[in-house]
């Protein structure tokens, strides 16, 4: 066994909108997983690998644990249950308030039966005044046994260096999983399907985004010449869904597409040329066939 080098599973789990993805992407140093203020934004396990002199932290960022309403809703909740049984220490991302709901104490039931370190992460700290936190801290400690309690703000990078710390902390020692350049696992297509998922759930409203799914239908380079053709669909739940994500004149789903090609660009660092469809498939959500060929693959479920 190597005694210099840690290496090990670490999940974030919480509810939906506390923050997962954008923590986990501060913690890497890069933008893999897609974040928006809307609820449900992760669908699948994303994984992700961080790698310093220390050792190496393999990350799986999972879906909001919430109430199911739907199949996809049930998939999203059994990746992110399921995740607590395969890693070595576990990221709990909580809001600031001393608020405890039925939501935090179904998470706390869990992690109570798992006997993993559990690290509690306090989120969005920024938007309390500073001396409420030992409120929160407090109140926190009643719930269950945690390795540490830390306090961050994910968005303005705030103490978000102890939580590596803290992670290196209580992984076991051993050899690294991935070669050193590895930051995701992630295939490519499916990055780009999810960057114009994104740009469709920060443009439209509240009801349709919760709906939409995207399929990359082509990519492939031009011949040598350094640009990639996309062409992608959109897929919603209903005729009026449809209406509203084309927009005026096509308006709303230029805007999404070339926000999308932007992301895209850079991170293929080539010139794309996007183009983007719209279908309807109606109750998709509720359908397993229709769920598995978007890409919520059961086998995600598993490590
Ligand atoms: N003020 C503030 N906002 C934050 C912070 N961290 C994340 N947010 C915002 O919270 C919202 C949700 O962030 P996500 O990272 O998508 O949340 P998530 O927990 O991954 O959400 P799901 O994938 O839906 O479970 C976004 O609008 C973020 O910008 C923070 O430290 N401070
Ligand atoms: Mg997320």
Same mark, same amino acid.
């Given at each position: 066994m190597n005694e210099n080098c840690k290496s090990g599973f670490v999940t974030l789990i919480g509810r !939906?909108?506390?923050g997962k993805s954008t923590l986990m992407n501060h913690l890497i140093g890069q933008k893999i997983a897609i974040t928006s203020?809307? !609820?449900? +934004? $992760?669908?699948n396990r994303i994984q992700t690998v961080y790698t310093d002199e220390r050792g190496q932290i393999v990350f799986l960022d999972t879906p909001g644990i919430h109430k199911a309403k739907n199949k996809l809703g049930e998939y999203m909740v059994n990746i992110a249950e399921k995740s607590i049984k395969d890693v070595d220490v576990i990221l709990w991302l909580v809001e600031p308030t001393t608020y405890i709901g039925a939501g935090e104490q179904h998470i706390a039931e869990q992690l109570r039966h798992c006997k993993k370190p559990v690290i509690l992460v306090i989120n969005k &700290? /920024? $938007?309390?005044?500073? /001396?409420?936190i030992p409120k929160f801290i407090d109140a926190y400690k009643e719930v269950c046994d945690f390795a540490e309690i830390i306090p961050v703000s994910a968005l303005r990078s705030n103490n978000t260096d102890t939580v590596t710390d803290c992670i290196f902390k209580y992984l076991p020692y051993g050899p690294m999983f991935? #070669?050193? /350049? $590895? &930051? +995701? #696992?992630?295939p490519m297509k499916q990055i780009v399907a999810e960057m114009i998922r994104e740009k469709a759930l920060r443009s439209l409203d509240e009801e349709i985004p919760h709906g939409i799914a995207v399929c990359i239908d082509r990519m492939k380079?031009? =011949?040598? +010449? =350094?640009i990639m053709d996309i062409d992608a669909t959109i897929i919603c739940e209903r005729d009026s869904h449809k209406g509203i994500i084309i927009g005026k004149g096509g308006s709303m789903l230029k805007k999404i597409g070339t926000q999308a090609r932007a992301d895209a660009e850079n991170m293929l660092e080539m010139k794309v040329n996007l183009k983007l469809w719209v279908k309807v498939k109606k109750e998709?959500? /509720?359908?397993d066939f229709l769920i598995k060929n978007f890409g919520y693959d059961k086998k995600q479920e598993e490590i």
């Open positions: !939906p909108n506390v203020n809307k !609820p449900q +934004t $992760t669908r &700290i /920024d $938007t309390v005044k500073k /001396d409420e991935y #070669d050193e /350049d $590895t &930051i +995701t #696992d992630q380079e031009r =011949g040598n +010449t =350094g998709w959500r /509720d359908s």
